[in-house]
């Protein structure tokens, strides 16, 4: 049974047509499919069936361990959606957790952004970016019921595809409590910036970067 209806399908085709540079997505999951992991995986293929400039491959978390250690996946489901290609570049764009709900538009999202090669972001984001020399971790903690969630995990990723400094993790809360209970994750989104800086709600890229620049100086 599909998980997409036929006014979904009909409507991801029609934006798919725009599609410029090809997309892929990698998903891990495992042989005895862990909660979600099934849905995770029918969610990537029936995206990929919608349009020949999105391809896919699926792969098993333990059995291709090392491939997964290349990626730096350590749980599932995962998603990393990167440049498609012999050479397509991995921008350190991941899901970890099932993008459903209204997290469904964020992987959308990230698949037009992708292939369109444009993360739009202000000028000076854009230039404290390119001068970033120290690495910088973001994980995005939402719930597929959380309709700001979607901004704050976009705003992460834009960042992530701007510079290879930057890596940006959506994290879905629920599935992953061990690590919500370890950010004390309260309410979402919430953004964990290299272990040590928070941002609570959907902030504006200016809120962020001050944030950003803080997790730096510490």
Not at 143 to 159: E, G, I, K, N, S
Not at 176 to 195: A, C, D, W
Request: charged share 25%; proline share 5%; aromatic share 8%.
């Amino acid at each position: 049974m599909s998980l997409l209806d036929n006014d979904t399908r009909n409507q991801l085709t029609e934006m798919f047509q725009s599609l410029d540079k090809p997309v892929k997505m990698v998903v891990f999951t495992q042989e005895m499919e862990c909660q979600y992991c099934k849905e995770t995986r029918e969610i990537a293929e029936e995206l990929s069936a919608l349009s020949d400039k999105i391809s896919l491959e699926v792969y098993d978390f333990v059995a291709d361990s090392d491939l997964a250690q290349q990626y730096g996946v350590d749980k599932i489901p995962a998603t990393v959606i990167l440049e498609g290609g012999q050479d397509g570049k991995d921008f350190g764009i991941r899901y970890y957790g099932i993008p459903s709900g209204y997290e469904f538009s964020s992987l959308i999202h990230d698949v037009m952004m992708i292939s369109e090669g444009d993360p739009q972001l202000s000028q000076e984001m854009t230039d404290w970016l390119a001068e970033l020399k120290t690495p910088v971790h973001l994980q995005v903690f939402v719930t597929p019921t959380c309709p700001y969630c979607p901004q704050a995990v976009l705003l992460a990723h834009r960042l992530a595809m701007a510079s290879d400094m930057v890596q940006a993790d959506m994290v879905e809360a629920t599935e992953f409590p061990h690590l919500s209970n370890k950010y004390q994750v309260m309410g979402v989104p919430r953004t964990v910036i290299n272990e040590t800086v928070f941002q609570e709600g959907a902030a504006p890229e200016m809120l962020l970067l001050d944030k950003l620049k803080e997790a730096v100086a510490a």
